[in-house]
């Protein structure tokens, strides 16, 4: 908590420790449909939920590319990781799979 520079108390502990499940979460839901097609009428929920989180992750950190001082080049490759998996996941929501 002291590289974040957040004071450590039970609310912070409570907010990512749910952040943290929300992600691993999200993490099984996509392995668990690693072996199947992305798109169509049963994986479109996959899709989507990746869009979104990509998506906003990527216009949240857009936003905050030019006012950030330490540690530029992380938010910026990760920016462009994000924007870039955006892109894909809004490919394979838009297109039907073959």
Same mark, same amino acid.
């Given at each position: 908590?002291?590289? @974040?520079?957040?004071?450590?108390?039970?609310?912070?502990? @409570?907010? *990512?420790? @749910? $952040? #943290?499940?929300?992600?691993?979460?999200?993490?099984? $839901?996509?392995?668990?449909?690693?072996?199947?097609? *992305?798109?169509? /009428?049963?994986?479109?929920?996959?899709?989507?939920?990746?869009?979104?989180?990509?998506? &906003?992750?990527?216009?949240?950190?857009?936003?905050?590319? #030019?006012?950030?001082?330490?540690?530029?080049? /992380?938010? /910026?490759?990760?920016? &462009?990781?994000? &924007?870039?998996?955006?892109?894909?996941?809004?490919?394979?929501?838009?297109?039907?799979?073959?």
């Amino acid at each position: 908590m002291e590289y @974040l520079t957040v004071e450590s108390n039970i609310i912070t502990i @409570l907010f *990512l420790k @749910l $952040l #943290s499940a929300l992600y691993l979460g999200f993490g099984i $839901l996509n392995w668990m449909a690693k072996g199947t097609l *992305l798109g169509g /009428i049963y994986n479109k929920p996959i899709a989507i939920g990746n869009l979104m989180h990509f998506g &906003v992750g990527a216009i949240a950190l857009i936003k905050i590319v #030019s006012n950030v001082q330490t540690h530029r080049e /992380i938010i /910026i490759s990760l920016t &462009v990781v994000y &924007v870039i998996y955006a892109i894909l996941f809004a490919f394979i929501f838009r297109t039907n799979p073959a």
